[in-house]
């Protein structure tokens, strides 16, 4: 199994950023999937979801309006774009698949945002 993120660097507060997220190894489009970051010094938080139908999302209220989640299960991959980024986005984000108990997770992608 595994889940592949790609997308992270450097951008200017007010820029954008796509990550992507690539799984395989499993039966991807059976899985809800999800978006954590992890700012520096921090716990780890729920960013955006969205379920294997791909039929409804979920959103972090700091993000509402920014960022969006999408998923291509023909792919099997998940993506979030980041628009208007703020200092305050600066994080790892990982990528998370989920079913019932089944967790898998990416490595990581690390995104910063500074002038």
């Known amino acids: 199994v595994q889940l592949v993120e790609s997308g992270g660097g450097l951008v200017q507060p007010g820029g954008s950023l796509r990550l992507s997220c690539a799984g395989s190894?499993?039966?991807?489009?059976?899985?809800?999937m999800r978006w954590y970051r992890q700012p520096p010094g921090k716990e780890r938080e729920l960013v955006a979801a969205?379920?294997?139908?791909?039929?409804?999302?979920y959103y972090l209220e700091s993000v509402k309006g920014r960022f969006t989640v999408s998923r291509d299960n023909a792919k099997n991959r998940v993506d979030l774009q980041m628009n208007s980024l703020k200092p305050d986005d600066t994080a790892v984000y990982y990528c998370?698949?989920?079913?019932?108990?089944?967790?898998?997770w990416g490595q990581g992608t690390q995104v910063t945002v500074s002038s």
């Open positions: 190894g499993f039966t991807f489009s059976q899985y809800g």
């Open positions: 969205i379920p294997s139908a791909g039929d409804r999302t």
């Open positions: 998370n698949a989920l079913r019932w108990s089944v967790n898998y």
